[in-house]
C-alpha cells in the first residue's frame, strides 16, 4: 500500500522566491503532520491537522511559513518568501485517529535549501 | 512539559554483537514511548511503541525496548546487530493524559555497524 506522499524530494531556490511543499497522507488517516528536521534543531514539529482542520500551529515559525489541507488527500506548506535559515529536511507525517499515542508514518522529505 | 534524553549521539559497534541505546525522558504524567529509525535520506519508520502492559517492548527488526518507570527510561536492545542496521534511531514521548500532547522527538542517535 501507499505511504505518505511527498513532492518535491529536492527543491533548490533563492532567497525571497516561494517555496511550496506537498503531502498526500495515507487513504484513511485523519491527522496529518508537518515538521523540519535541522542538525542544530532536530525534529520540530511545525503543524498538526486533525479532518483537515487545523489544531495547533504553534511551531510555525513565523508568519512567512503557512500550511493547508484542502481535503482529506492533500496538503501543502508554503514559505514566502524564502531566506536561507529556512533551508531544512521538511517532512509530511499521517495517523489514524486524532490522538499522539497512534504511530505516526512519515514520508521520505523534502530537502529544501535556500541560497 | 515533557522531554527525552538521548545521552550518545554515536554508537559505533562492531557486526553481530550486542548494542543498547538510551533513552530516559521527562514528564510529569504517565507517557506513552516510541523508538522511530530513520534511514539516510528517508523518514522516520516506527520500530516499537509501549502504550501500556508488559514493560518489555518487542519491535521490528529484531529490535525491543524496556520500560523503567522508576529510572524513566526507555532504553532500547538487539543481541546482535547487522550492517542494515545502520541508521539514526530517534526515541519519543508522548503524555498519556488522552495523548493530546505532542510528540517529543529526542535528538537521535546514530549507530554505525563496524563490519
Known amino acids: 500500500d501507499a505511504g505518505v506522499i511527498q513532492s518535491p524530494r529536492h527543491e533548490v531556490t533563492e532567497m525571497g522566491q516561494e517555496v511550496t511543499l506537498r503531502c498526500k497522507p495515507i487513504s484513511g488517516h485523519n491527522s496529518l503532520f508537518w515538521y523540519r528536521q535541522t542538525m542544530m534543531r532536530g525534529l520540530e514539529l511545525l503543524i498538526y491537522f486533525n479532518n483537515n482542520v487545523p489544531i495547533d500551529d504553534s511551531g510555525m515559525p513565523e508568519d512567512r511559513f503557512s500550511a493547508k489541507m484542502p481535503n482529506a488527500s492533500f496538503s501543502t506548506l508554503k514559505i514566502q518568501p524564502s531566506e536561507p535559515r529556512d533551508s531544512a529536511v521538511y517532512f509530511c507525517?499521517?495517523?489514524?485517529?486524532?490522538?499522539?499515542?497512534?504511530?505516526?508514518?512519515f514520508g521520505d522529505g523534502t530537502r529544501l535549501s535556500i541560497l | 512539559a515533557q522531554s527525552v534524553t538521548q545521552l550518545d549521539s554515536q554508537v559505533p559497534v562492531f557486526e553481530e554483537a550486542p548494542v543498547e541505546l538510551r533513552c530516559n525522558y521527562s514528564s510529569s504524567v504517565s507517557v506513552y514511548l516510541f523508538w522511530y529509525v530513520q534511514y539516510p535520506n528517508q523518514g522516520l519508520q516506527l520500530l516499537l511503541k509501549y502504550l501500556s502492559g508488559s514493560t518489555l517492548v518487542k519491535g521490528i527488526n529484531g529490535f525491543e525496548a524496556e520500560f523503567n518507570k522508576s529510572q524513566t527510561s526507555f532504553h532500547l536492545r538487539k543481541p546482535s546487530v547487522h550492517i542494515s542496521d545502520t541508521a539514526e534511531y530517534f526515541c519519543a514521548v508522548t503524555g498519556s493524559n488522552f495523548g493530546n500532547e505532542k510528540l517529543t522527538f529526542g535528538t537521535g542517535t546514530r549507530l554505525t555497524i563496524i563490519p
Open positions: 507525517a499521517s495517523s489514524p485517529g486524532q490522538l499522539f499515542n497512534q504511530p505516526q508514518h
